[in-house]
Structure formats: structure tokens, C-alpha cells
């Protein structure tokens, strides 16, 4: 009977642990969320108060045509699966731009607790809540919140597929049913998002020993499913079902010289690093410098005497000489070709270099397939981006959560190895986090409140001169709608507040 009841009493006190656990990380998740949604909804007064900009208007002017209320103007060219959401909001009866900030501000939300899920299966919940509020504090992510553009969403789509993918390699194959349409949601939000397949091709195939392929057929049968009316609207519309999907991939290899975004400069996007991620990414970063250079004296110093320690630690041996040297060709041809090459052929380089390092360090390191899962997402864009001529910084805010994600790596690593004090005193890793989120807050607030006052200053004007002439036209002249209307300026704009189809002045 003891045994019994100790096995009993046992297995309550890990059913009691395994609650409080799961309690805790609502708890946090809910926090998490409480902030994010603060911030979101008074960057979106801000968005509010400043008016919607053009490719703003264009979505709002394609989620009317999908809302069957068409004004005449619109841009199908442009990815359909923002608008359609915005449409469906618009179908109820509020059809303002103000809903198509409100729509990107919530699926930036659900982007955020989808990181944190994803965190949490390498990270614990401080961790978690860090990583979640440092990606949504990004100067760059602050600054395309709530501008009504697809980037955000596209990204928080991207962020539940990765999540879902971890989650059927380590907990269920059948978690594959949701990779896939949510990797097909990505895509119709932004195309530049099917260069998510790279990572995913990785993971499963370091994992392809884990997985049912069934599972995988079945995920790809159902996101084919979700494209299928897409289709039929294409073919519809242009008379091809795959144009504007043609169109897109054609521009990402034509050279715009004369664009004000043309800029051939491959480092674009690592020069300006650190306003993208601010001041609070800039000090991750060298807390976990500083640190890694501590530790690495420490460890040196410690064992400066121990002839076979690095023999020990060694990672090239007979065995897999070979194998490093081809890891080490490939690197110098991916570097040599880097910028001067279709970055189609970079990215093929690249998966096959973190393929031959995977295989040369799986036995070596905790939880090596995740971080080079993860590195390759942040990779496939970067490497697409450098080298493609058009740049602008809201591109980076696809590569914000893998550099989150590898912050909180970085400073998860150095707390479990160096224990922090401050003029002498211990700081636990929870103190450090109140610490770390004051700052992050104190910053995101000043940055709030710095693009009030430049919005105010430049971008709400245009809106107002715009509103304020259409409203002038539309009380001079009633029927204006049966008029055909002209612009040399912002045409989409002009449409949007006329709800009139006014074309481009022509030009010779």
C-alpha cells in the first residue's frame, strides 16, 4: 500500500507541477499580449490621425472589389488575402479606412503570441516575454504597424507556420495539416513569403526520419485547396490564373534604375542594422558580446594548463575532414557569389551549407536543427533583399522575429552560464527581465511618440489637402460620378475618398 500511495502521491505532485507551469505561462502570455495590444492600439491613433497611405488605399480599394462594393478603381496585382480579410469587415457595414489598421494591428497581435508559442519550445516564459516584446518594440516593426500594409501579417502568418512545423516534428506529424495552408496564407498575403519553403525544406529534411510524408501530402493537398479560388479569380480578371504570380516573380529580376528605392548595395540592410531593431536590440547585443568575451577568458584562463582540452572539444577529426573541407568550399563559393548571382542560386548554396554543417554538429550541440531551421529563415529573405536592387526598410520587419529569436538565444546561453551581478549584488534572471522590459518600454514610448509628432508634421498634411479637395468636388459637382475625373498626384488616394474610379492625367 506505501508503494501505491507513493506512486499516487507521486504522480499528483507532477500533475500539480505540470499546472502551475502551464498557469505561469498563460499568466506571462497573457501580459505579453496586454502590452502588445497597448502599443498596437496607440500606434494605430497615431495611423488614425494621419490617413492612410497609397499602397494603403490600394488594399482598401481591392478589399471593396472582393467586397462586391467596387468603385471602379483597384489593383489586383497586388497580393489578395489582406484585402479579403479587410473585405469581410467591410461586408458588415464599416467601410472606413480606419479598418484596414485595426485588421493589420490585430494579425500583428496574433503574429506576437504565435513568437511566443514558438519560443516556447526552446525557451521559459521570461525568456518568452522577451523575445515576444522585443520583436514588437523593433524601431522598423513600430514604424510599419498599422499603416494598413501586408508585411505584418504576412510575417505573423510565417511565424504560426514555423511554430506548427516545430510543433510536428517534436510533438505530432499531423500538426503538418496546418504548415502547409498556413505557409499558402503567407504567400497570398505577400509573395516574397514563398521563400519560406527554404527553412521548411531544411527542417524536414534534418528531421525526415520524424515524419510522415502522408501528413506532409495531406498538408499540401489542403493549402492546394486554398488557392484554387485564387485561381479562378485570376483567370477570371487577366485571363491567366497565374499572372499576377508571373508579374511579381518578373519584377524581382528587372533592374529599376530610375525608382527612388533602387539601390544595389548588397550590406544595405546590415549597415543600417541597428536603427532596425533600436536601441533596445543594440543592447542585447552587446550584453551578450560583453559576455561572450567573459566567458570565454574565464574558460580560457581556467583550463589554460589542460593539454587534451582541446582535443575534446574538437570538431574536425578524420572521420568528417572531409566533410569540412566541403563545408568550407561551398562557403567560399556562396561568398563569391553572393550579390553577383540570381539569389535563387545563393539560397540553393546556403541550404546546402547548413545541410553539411547540420550533419557535421547534430551530436554536438542542444537543439542544432531548430537554430539552423530558423538562421535559414532569416537567411532565405536576407539573402533575397540583399541582392534584389529594390530596397526599402520595411522590407527587414520579415527578418525581425529570426533576429529575436537568436537575441534571446544569446542572452538565455550567457544567464545559464554566468550569473549577473550588479556593484556586487546577484540579479536573478527575473529581475534582469524587469530590468530588460523597462527599457524596452521607456524606448518604444519615445519612439511612439517621436512618429506622432513627424506624422503630424508631414504625412497627415497630404491626406487633409486631398480629403479637403475631394470633399470640394463632391459638394461643387453631385454628380461627379458620371464625370470622368483626373489626377496627376496620388491617384489612389483621390479614388478612395471620391469612392470614384479617377485615372491617371495622361502622359506623353
Given at each position: 500500500m506505501n508503494k501505491l500511495d507513493n506512486k499516487l502521491n507521486n504522480k499528483k505532485g507532477k500533475t500539480k507541477k505540470f499546472l502551475e507551469k502551464q498557469v505561469n505561462s498563460i499568466v506571462i502570455l497573457f501580459l505579453l499580449t496586454a502590452i502588445v495590444s497597448l502599443i498596437t492600439y496607440y500606434r494605430i491613433l497615431i495611423q488614425i490621425d494621419t490617413g492612410p497611405i497609397f499602397d494603403s488605399i490600394v488594399f482598401l480599394a481591392n478589399a471593396l472589389v472582393f467586397a462586391g462594393q467596387g468603385t471602379g478603381y483597384s489593383n489586383l496585382l497586388f497580393p489578395p488575402f489582406f484585402p479579403v480579410i479587410v473585405s469581410l469587415i467591410f461586408r458588415l457595414g464599416y467601410v472606413y479606412a480606419t479598418t484596414i489598421f485595426v485588421v493589420d494591428?490585430?494579425?500583428?497581435?496574433?503574429?506576437?503570441?504565435?513568437?511566443?508559442?514558438?519560443?516556447?519550445?526552446?525557451?521559459?516564459?521570461?525568456?518568452?516575454?522577451?523575445?515576444?516584446?522585443?520583436?514588437?518594440?523593433?524601431?522598423?516593426?513600430l514604424t510599419i504597424l498599422g499603416l494598413g500594409l501586408s508585411d505584418l501579417?504576412?510575417?505573423?502568418?510565417?511565424?504560426?507556420?514555423?511554430?506548427?512545423?516545430?510543433?510536428?516534428?517534436?510533438?505530432?506529424?499531423?500538426?503538418?495539416?496546418?504548415?502547409?495552408?498556413?505557409?499558402?496564407?503567407?504567400?497570398?498575403?505577400?509573395?516574397?513569403?514563398?521563400?519560406?519553403?527554404?527553412?521548411?525544406?531544411?527542417?524536414?529534411?534534418?528531421?525526415?526520419?520524424?515524419?510522415?510524408?502522408?501528413?506532409?501530402?495531406?498538408?499540401?493537398?489542403?493549402?492546394i485547396l486554398i488557392i484554387l479560388p485564387v485561381f479562378l479569380f485570376f483567370y477570371e480578371n487577366f485571363g491567366n490564373a497565374i499572372y499576377p504570380f508571373i508579374s511579381f516573380a518578373s519584377s524581382s529580376t528587372i533592374i529599376f534604375s530610375t525608382t527612388s528605392y533602387y539601390n544595389p548595395n548588397i550590406f544595405f540592410f546590415l549597415q543600417d542594422f541597428p536603427l532596425f531593431v533600436g536601441i533596445q536590440g543594440v543592447l542585447f547585443l552587446l550584453?551578450?558580446?560583453?559576455?561572450?568575451?567573459?566567458?570565454?577568458?574565464?574558460?580560457?584562463?581556467?583550463?589554460?594548463?589542460?593539454?587534451?582540452?582541446?582535443?575534446?572539444?574538437?570538431?574536425?577529426?578524420?572521420?568528417?575532414?572531409?566533410?569540412?573541407?566541403?563545408?568550407?568550399?561551398?562557403?567560399?563559393?556562396?561568398?563569391?557569389?553572393?550579390?553577383?548571382?540570381?539569389?535563387?542560386?545563393?539560397?540553393?548554396l546556403f541550404i546546402v551549407i547548413a545541410y553539411i554543417f547540420y550533419d557535421l554538429t547534430k551530436n554536438k550541440f542542444k537543439d542544432i536543427d531548430l537554430h539552423l531551421m530558423v538562421f535559414v529563415w532569416f537567411m532565405s529573405f536576407f539573402i533575397f533583399h540583399s541582392v534584389y536592387v529594390i530596397k526599402d526598410v520595411r522590407y527587414f520587419v520579415v527578418m525581425a522575429p529570426p533576429v529575436a529569436y537568436f537575441m534571446i538565444l544569446g542572452l538565455s546561453e550567457i544567464s545559464n552560464r554566468i550569473k549577473f551581478h550588479i556593484k556586487g549584488t546577484y540579479v536573478p534572471f527575473?529581475?534582469?527581465?524587469?530590468?530588460?522590459?523597462?527599457?524596452?518600454?521607456?524606448?518604444?514610448?519615445?519612439?511612439?511618440?517621436?512618429?506622432?509628432?513627424?506624422?503630424?508634421?508631414?504625412?497627415?498634411?497630404?491626406?487633409?489637402?486631398?480629403?479637403?479637395?475631394?470633399?470640394?468636388?463632391?459638394?461643387?459637382d453631385p454628380n461627379y460620378k458620371n464625370k470622368n475625373i483626373y489626377s496627376n498626384y496620388l491617384r489612389p488616394n483621390f479614388s478612395w475618398f471620391l469612392k470614384s474610379n479617377v485615372k491617371d492625367v495622361p502622359t506623353f
Open positions: 494591428g490585430v494579425l500583428f497581435i496574433f503574429g506576437v503570441i504565435g513568437l511566443y508559442l514558438l519560443l516556447k519550445m526552446r525557451f521559459n516564459d521570461f525568456e518568452c516575454f522577451l523575445g515576444g516584446l522585443l520583436y514588437a518594440s523593433f524601431p522598423i516593426v501579417a504576412s510575417v505573423s502568418f510565417s511565424i504560426w507556420t514555423i511554430y506548427f512545423l516545430v510543433l510536428s516534428v517534436k510533438k505530432d506529424t499531423r500538426f503538418f495539416y496546418l504548415v502547409f495552408p498556413f505557409f499558402m496564407l503567407a504567400f497570398l498575403t505577400r509573395y516574397n513569403s514563398a521563400l519560406l519553403i527554404f527553412p521548411i525544406f531544411l527542417y524536414i529534411l534534418i528531421n525526415k526520419d520524424k515524419v510522415d510524408f502522408k501528413n506532409i501530402i495531406i498538408g499540401i493537398f489542403l493549402s550584453i551578450i558580446a560583453l559576455a561572450v568575451v567573459y566567458f570565454l577568458f574565464k574558460f580560457i584562463r581556467r583550463n589554460l594548463d589542460n593539454k587534451d582540452l582541446f582535443k575534446n572539444i574538437r570538431l574536425i577529426n578524420r572521420e568528417n575532414k572531409i566533410k569540412w573541407i566541403f563545408f568550407v568550399i561551398m562557403g567560399i563559393i556562396f561568398l563569391g557569389s553572393f550579390g553577383t548571382t540570381s539569389y535563387f542560386l545563393s539560397e540553393l527575473p529581475l534582469l527581465v524587469i530590468i530588460l522590459t523597462s527599457i524596452i518600454l521607456l524606448s518604444t514610448a519615445s519612439q511612439i511618440q517621436y512618429m506622432q509628432s513627424s506624422n503630424e508634421k508631414i504625412v497627415n498634411i497630404f491626406n487633409e489637402q486631398i480629403e479637403s479637395a475631394s470633399q470640394w468636388l463632391i459638394n461643387y
